[in-house]
């Protein structure tokens, strides 16, 4: 479902953020990236994001070569990818329901099935209640399973997270790690970017680890 | 925990993103428009959000939109005016003294029935001197006269008001006839109004097209601002696969908003201008014994004056997005 082929990224100012990394996610795995800051877990997600460009090898998601993707088609490659970030970025102008519907209402979604499909997604974060909450009155566990319910609302076949639980304690981190591990049984494709190992550990995912650029292990 | 007591719900189901991808023309079509109206209405909305700024922005647009048509109505009301003038600036033939009443009659005849006048209007000798009597206050001078001094008098109005040009050829075509002693064609001061009239619309159109400019350069800015207020939100959007045209609908319609309220505020200003000197001017045209009115932009006018402001708006909004969203790309 992901696949990275010999995959370098030098950044202008020399940088190698990636070096010849190589690694398959297959339809409902959810396996981690682990690394140090700086190890190139977030340009790895960004690449698949078609945020950037690899500067050697080739990245295929959902049977597409990224490379093949034009300008134009950035937009419906990206919502055929659910993204959860660690800081949510939620829009906090509006009411939870209006943060989830936005994925339908870009798909273009009628207002009776973004309506049914919105409440589905909270139902499945547990936050069908908050429809009409304003975010900012929302605990951070709250918030980023409000991220989640977006990420997740299109139904797109591929999930990303980076370090979704960042700044959650224990307790609510396992919760968030559980529904992520939830979504993969159901039949997405799930990759976590996450530096939390003690945690991940204990899950019995796949973990990918990265080290300056380089995949030094998968297990 | 939630998440287990939710998870019955959960059913095994192909991803659906290709599907999305797959709907048909009429789909797209609905959703196309029914973003339109999402997009109009969300931007009205912010806009009637904050009464105050918007209402400034429409009374600026809508002073630099007034000026150059309240400017173009006065030129246009002006040349209503030389219309009239035309109507008198007919040419006056004074007949030789040997042409007796009978011929001055049979000449007006003839001369009505050329190509190129619209009228002839005959005034006799006799009634210019009655006329003369009664509105000198020379009476007793005229009666001592022997003989009538004053010739007979045809009024020729050209058949093309309008041309100067042309009122000129008939005064030199109709000079050359035996029985006319003089042509008087009172044009030079009709040609200089007819120049000021030009010069005062080229004046007029420079001034427009340079206000249009900065209303284009106002609005613009005013996109600017709300793409910066909404930056986080354009790049949420771009992540989560908005395209570009979807990222600029509503700044389009904000523009346009902005620009249909300040036509309608150079409408208004332009109404409430006419109506202030409506008063003025009617007295003017009573001292004057003329029938005389301001004509303002009427309906067809005002829709076109908002119909512009929304054209400008549009253009400056596309101008700011086009400059300043492709600076924002989600990081």
Redesign the interface.
Known sequence: MISFERVSKRYDNGHDALREVSFDVNRDELVFLTGHSGAGKSTLLRLI?L?EQPTRGRVVV?GNDLSRIGR?GV???????G?VFQNH?L?F?RPVFDNVA??L??????DREVGRRVR?AL??V?LLDHERAMPVTLSGGEQQRVGIA?AVV?????LLADEPTGNLDPALSA?IM??FA?FA????TVLIASHDLSLISRLRHRIVTLREGRLVGTH | ???LT??P??????????R??RRGAV??Y???V??HR?SAADSLLKILDHPVSSMLTWLVVGIAMALPVSLMLSLNNLRGLEGNVADEASLSLFLAESVDTAGARALAQTLSERDDVAGVRYHSRDRALEEFRQQSGFADIIDGLGSNPLPHLLLVTPRDREAVAASEALAAALSGLPAVAEVVVDSVWLRRLQGLLAVGQRIVLTLALLLSMGVVLILGNTIRLAIENRR??I??????????A?VRRPFLYTGLWYGVGGGVAAAMLTGLGIWSLAGPVSALAAAYNAEWRLSGLGVVGSCQLVLAGGVLGLIGAWLAVSRHLRAI???
């Open positions: 994001m945020m959902n134009r937009p419906a490659h990206r919502r055929g990818i993204v970025r829009l102008d936005l994925p209402t870009i798909a273009g979604y009628d589905a139902d499945k547990g977006r299109g139904r797109p076949p591929v919760e559980q529904l939830d049984r159901v039949g997405l | 925990m939630w998440v939710n998870m719900r959960l059913k095994k189901r192909p991803p659906e993103g290709a999305v991808a789909t797209r609905r959703a196309w029914r973003h999402a986080e939100e790049r949420v959007v771009r992540l989560v696969g908005g395209s570009n979807f790309e989600p990081a």
